[in-house]
């Protein structure tokens, strides 16, 4: 007990000066996805593409960056929900109350698996697909305001080193 005691009393540099909890690697990535991802969003609210009921409710912030995840791990051909699950970083759970939110939506649907008659695929509904298209447009119109925010070169500094970090 009095080793805990004696460290908390004593003056260290890194109890002196904390600001690098605000700058470290971790967390501007952290803002930086959280930016672009809410971008991403607003683009797709306005997106011609989106039905209008889609659009109201990403427009009024109903939709999440938590249901982007399903966009970007859906599979075009469908994945079951524990493959969708690991690819999010998700329980099952979590993500079986994303999906069961999304079909209510009209974005996915559960159908049998052709490769094996007890399990279910998530797959996307042609409502989805459109849904998928403002996706993709909207990626690429959030990566173009980035990189004219930060100029091409850091732009693909950023991008390069990203891609070699996350694999």
Not at 28 to 55: I, K, Q, S, W
Not at 110 to 124: C, I, T
Request: proline share 2%; charged share 25%; with cysteine.
């Amino acid at each position: 007990m009095s080793d805990l005691h004696d460290f908390s009393t004593q003056t260290s540099p890194l109890l002196q000066d904390d600001r690098w909890r605000e700058t470290h690697l971790g967390r501007l990535l952290g803002h930086a996805m959280r930016r672009f991802d809410e971008r991403v969003l607003h683009l797709m609210a306005g997106n011609e593409g989106v039905p209008l009921a889609l659009a109201n409710l990403a427009a009024r912030d109903q939709i999440s960056a938590a249901h982007v995840h399903i966009t970007r791990h859906l599979r075009l051909e469908g994945s079951r929900l524990t493959e969708l699950a690991r690819a999010a970083g998700m329980s099952k759970q979590a993500m079986g109350d994303l999906v069961d939110q999304c079909a209510a939506w009209g974005l996915v649907q559960r159908e049998a698996d052709p490769l094996d008659a007890r399990a279910r695929r998530v797959v996307f509904t042609p409502v989805g697909l459109a849904w998928l298209q403002a996706f993709q447009d909207a990626v690429a119109q959030a990566e173009a305001e980035f990189r004219e925010a930060v100029g091409k070169d850091v732009a693909t500094v950023v991008a390069l080193g990203l891609e070699a970090y996350a694999h």
